[in-house]
């Protein structure tokens, strides 16, 4: 069964990239590469997510921020809708599919930097782990955890992970309830820690949601004027 995520035409690329101003570009990446080699600081981070949107399908997004939180680079598929025959055959296993072995991945394995970091906050895109060798850690806002899940700055909640994802650790930091890789929770962990101090970590979801949505909106009126 074959499924393919459609790379956007050049005009649909033309017209995003004027609606994220450019940033694609990789010497702007490289020339955002400060500080010396025992800078433990977040230099570049990466969001990668999907959206559904009826009756067209999942688009999924993937926008790399600098330390200050300004974009470098940002990726979008083309919608992937599956039919009923798929939705049979995969059962369960469709959603991890979809969204982490076929579009995270296409996102993730296009970009041409490679941050020290990929959020996402659907639980499903982690099945993405076994195909990229990134760190990609599941992040849930402080407002949506379970009272049980309090503790200190830093320490681990639980050992496990997700369906269909490698081992992983749940650890609070202030706001937020990540769930990280085993085997590089104390590197990332200890350069997410000193991110969350001056980068809303949930907001850039939103701006890959609006980014899709523009984009969806210009193609559409591309398509009226033609």
């Keep these: 069964m074959d499924w393919y995520v459609r790379p956007r035409s050049q005009q649909q690329q033309n017209s995003l ?22 800078d433990n600081s977040l230099s570049c981070l990466g969001f990668v997510t999907v959206v559904e949107s009826p009756p067209h ?28 025959v ?4 995969y059962g369960s296993t469709l959603e991890p599919f979809l969204y982490g072995e076929l579009i995270a991945k296409t996102l993730l394995t296009s970009s041409t930097l490679r941050p020290d970091a990929v959020l996402t ?31 200190k700055d830093g320490q681990k909640i639980s050992a496990g992970g997700s369906k269909l994802s490698a081992p992983a650790e749940k650890v609070q930091i202030p706001g937020y309830l990540f769930e990280v890789p085993t085997e590089c929770s104390a590197d990332v962990l ?16 939103d701006r890959i949601r609006e980014a899709i949505n523009e984009a ?8 009226d004027v033609a």
């Design 86 to 89: 798929q939705k049979i055959l």
């Design 121 to 151: 906050d659907q639980q499903a895109v982690l099945a993405v782990r076994s195909q990229v060798e990134l760190p990609v850690v599941y992040l849930q806002p402080e407002r949506e955890m379970d009272a049980p899940h309090t503790r």
């Design 190 to 205: 200890g350069r997410l820690r000193e991110t969350v101090a001056h980068l809303d970590l949930v907001e850039p979801f």
């Design 216 to 223: 969806q909106r210009i193609g559409h009126a591309t398509r």
């Design 17 to 38: 990239s004027t609606t994220i101003a450019g940033c694609r570009q990789h010497a702007f990446y490289e020339d955002h590469r400060v500080g010396t080699s025992g």
């Design 57 to 84: 399908g999942l688009f999924g997004g993937y926008l790399v921020l600098d330390a200050a939180g300004r974009p470098l680079e940002f990726h979008c598929t083309a919608p992937v809708k599956s039919n009923r």
